[in-house]
């Protein structure tokens, strides 16, 4: 089992810039598939982006790809979501995953964050 906590969420313009952390505890971290999804209220919650085990593979919504980017460090439990360029559409609670098995970025996760909101101006 692994217990995620979220941090870096704010208030920023658009065309700037956040980076939100989770850290996860417990010893085989290295042995999760992470995630970062993304929910408005109303709307269903949202696949961001997903990184590998060992931070080989990656995967990201259409909507974020070349303004995001996630990266992982094992050694310290954490996984990053590093946001340029927002919009205002970006506006959300984010939230990060994990879960164990074969790489399947989109496929239902286990383990949730408990998010961190992110508000993008125009």
């Known amino acids: 089992q692994v217990q995620l906590v979220e941090s870096g969420g704010g208030l920023v313009q658009a065309g700037g810039s956040l980076r939100l952390s989770c850290v996860g505890s417990g010893r085989t971290f290295s042995d999760y598939v992470m995630g970062w999804f993304r929910q408005t209220p109303g709307k269903e919650r949202e696949f961001v982006a997903a990184?590998?085990?060992?931070?080989?593979?990656?995967s990201y919504a259409d909507s974020v790809k070349g303004r995001f980017t996630i990266s992982r460090d094992n050694a310290k439990n954490t996984v990053s979501l590093q946001m340029n360029n927002l919009r205002p559409e970006d506006t959300a609670v984010y939230y990060c995953?994990?879960?164990?098995?074969?790489?399947?970025?989109?496929?239902?996760?286990?383990?949730w964050g408990q998010g961190t909101q992110v508000t993008v101006s125009s």
């Open positions: 990184i590998s085990w060992a931070g080989r593979s990656t």
């Open positions: 995953a994990a879960v164990r098995g074969d790489w399947a970025p989109r496929r239902p996760y286990d383990y």
